[in-house]
């Protein structure tokens, strides 16, 4: 016997094939949570593991999990076995974000499933920005490159420039050994000669008898920074060591006080050490009566060619002139 639906029911029933395909998107579904992954402010150098979950409730595989555009800040922890990996009711990706440079970059992972049209694929979209610290005073700092600051300009300041021999011989030992321990990015220590070696005094200067526990000056990697680094020295008692006596040569001073402290900035060219006010080795150049440099220093740049000294109190004339050793 045939059956007729009557005319009035005809509108609600819904073809076969159709229900189908409505129950085929649902077994079907995948899910990735989170699909946005900020990781904020983050330091060169620094790294920093977030994560995210695939999910879904049919039998599925992932071909593909790639970061576009390809970053080498950005990088994926991949499940042992694949590709293909396969999903079932959670996959966990791990996504470690290490900034090489300062920069602010996003990303997208993309992730890829088989079988699959490109209308199925999913992706990730990931973001962070990096700066090397804070100054201090709470603003933040970049940190390569670096720009020197202990200089003195050729066309609007006065200097007087003191040449000294074997420049180069004296302070490459110096500059290698603390390129060396900056790039180790960790803390570090110096004898406290390090101060007139740098700078191409040593071949003049007579060594000091240091004790042990008074010699070293201490310094603290400044995290996210290949350059940076901030230094301090405290002793019972101010070191002072003066020059060998030799004939045409001016006496040097240099008084190193029981405690010192500022930042050190050392590159592939130079090495610049800034110091903190009231808290610097005190330098005095005498020829004969004359004298070209007394006080404070506020900082120095020294490298393979010539240092340059700067006073804390920098005057046009001596004894505040800024010098060039060279």
């Known amino acids: 016997m045939q059956y007729s639906v009557p005319a009035n029911k005809r509108a609600t029933l819904i073809p076969p094939i159709v229900l189908l395909v409505f ?35 049919r039998p599925a595989s992932i071909s593909s999990l790639t970061i576009q555009p390809p970053s080498a800040a950005f990088s994926l922890s991949l499940p042992p076995g694949g590709p293909p990996w396969y999903v079932g009711a959670g996959l966990t990706i791990a996504v470690t974000y290490r ?107 007579v060594k000091p008898v240091i004790d042990c526990c008074q010699r070293e000056i201490q310094f603290h990697h400044v995290a996210g920074s290949k350059v940076e680094a901030t230094f301090d020295r405290t002793a019972s008692s101010d070191i002072v060591v003066t020059s060998q006596p030799i004939p045409g040569m001016p006496t040097i001073k240099i008084t190193v006080p029981a405690h010192i402290s500022g930042r050190s900035y050392t590159t592939g060219t130079y090495t610049e050490f800034r110091f903190k006010a009231n808290e610097a080795p005190l330098l005095l150049i005498d020829d004969g009566g004359n004298v070209f440099f007394d006080g404070a220093l506020a900082c120095f740049n020294s490298g393979f060619s010539k240092a340059v000294v700067r006073h804390a109190n920098p005057g046009p004339n001596p004894p505040r002139i800024n010098i060039v050793i060279k």
């Open 99 to 205: 900034p090489i440079s300062v920069a602010t970059e996003s990303v997208r992972v993309r992730i890829e499933f088989t079988p699959q049209s490109d209308s199925e694929a999913k992706s990730v979209d990931l973001t962070g920005q990096s700066l090397c610290g804070d100054d201090g005073h709470g603003h933040q700092i970049p940190c390569d490159p670096v720009r020197p600051l202990c200089v003195v300009s050729d066309n609007d300041e006065t200097r007087w420039v003191f040449p000294v021999t074997n420049f180069f011989t004296t302070v490459t030992p110096a500059f290698d050994d603390i390129s060396a321990k900056q790039a180790t990015f960790k803390d570090f220590s110096m004898p406290v000669t390090f101060l007139w070696d740098i700078i191409g005094l040593a071949q003049y200067m």
């Open 23 to 57: 129950a085929g998107t649902l077994l079907g579904q995948v899910t990735v949570t989170p699909n946005t992954i900020p990781f904020g402010t983050v330091g060169v150098g620094q790294t920093t593991t977030k994560s995210f979950v695939i999910s879904t409730n």
